[in-house]
Every structure is written in C-alpha cells, then in structure tokens.
C-alpha cells in the first residue's frame, strides 16, 4: 500500500482518537475503573494510554474500510482494462 494511502487511515484516525479521549476521560475517571468486580490495578497514565491506543485502533479500522470502500472494485479485483 501507498505511503499516502497509510497517511490517508493514520491521520484522521489518530485526530479521532484524540478527540475521543478527551470525551471519555473527561466523564470518567481511570481510578475508579473496575474489572470482574476488582480494580484494574494500573496507573492513570496506563489507563489513558492503553485507552488512547485502543480507540486509535477501532479508528484506523473504520478510516481502513472507509478508504476499501472507495475503490473500485477493477483495482480490487486486479483486473487489466
């Protein structure tokens, strides 16, 4: 794949996960996270990292399928004209 087709998933994806960490840690606090009914048992800065990371993750899937989505389907197929 392109190196401008990389950027074309990477960048808005990483804007997104920017912005929704900021929404989500806004309302919630990493301390009083649980797991199965136990603290998580890492720091603030693991919580919002491992968040950040996890958000950008599901923003570079749908900006992937966005960019699949809008080929035709000749160029996906491989198919000469």
Do not use: K
């Amino acid at each position: 794949m392109r190196f401008q087709s990389w950027m074309w998933i990477l960048w808005p994806a990483f804007l997104l996960a920017c912005v929704v960490e900021l929404l989500v840690f806004a309302l919630v606090d990493p301390g009083d996270l649980h797991w199965h009914g136990e603290p998580i048992g890492l720091s603030r800065q693991a919580v919002y990292t491992a968040g950040f990371f996890a958000f950008w993750l599901l923003a570079i899937g749908s900006s992937a399928l966005t960019l699949l989505l809008t080929r035709p389907a000749r160029e996906l197929n491989n198919l000469e004209d």
